[in-house]
């Protein structure tokens, strides 16, 4: 039997990763609105120069405890776009 470990931050975001997954997106303007505020890369990967030497910065978005949330309703609102045969589906 495994034992769980107690993580506040898995604790205290779970709630917010629940609504995030289960937003109803009813209209073609939440949609693009969503797909408009919510990037579809991880924008915080860099690459550095720093006295001479290059230092890249790997994407973090996998240690956001509510990236997986917002992907989710990035894919809702992209398949609410397809659906209705939007032509200016954002990507």
Request: charged share 20%; with cysteine; net charge positive.
């Amino acid at each position: 039997m495994k034992t769980r470990i107690f993580n506040p931050i898995v604790f205290l975001f779970t709630p917010v990763n629940y609504v995030l997954e289960n937003f109803p997106i009813r209209s073609v303007w939440w949609a693009r609105l969503i797909c408009k505020l919510i990037p579809s890369h991880c924008p915080f990967e860099r690459e550095v120069k720093l006295m001479g030497k290059q230092l890249h910065i790997p994407p973090l978005c996998k240690l956001n405890p509510v990236y997986n949330g917002l992907v989710t309703l990035k894919f809702h609102s992209l398949e609410l776009l397809e659906r209705n045969d939007t032509t200016r589906i954002c990507i």
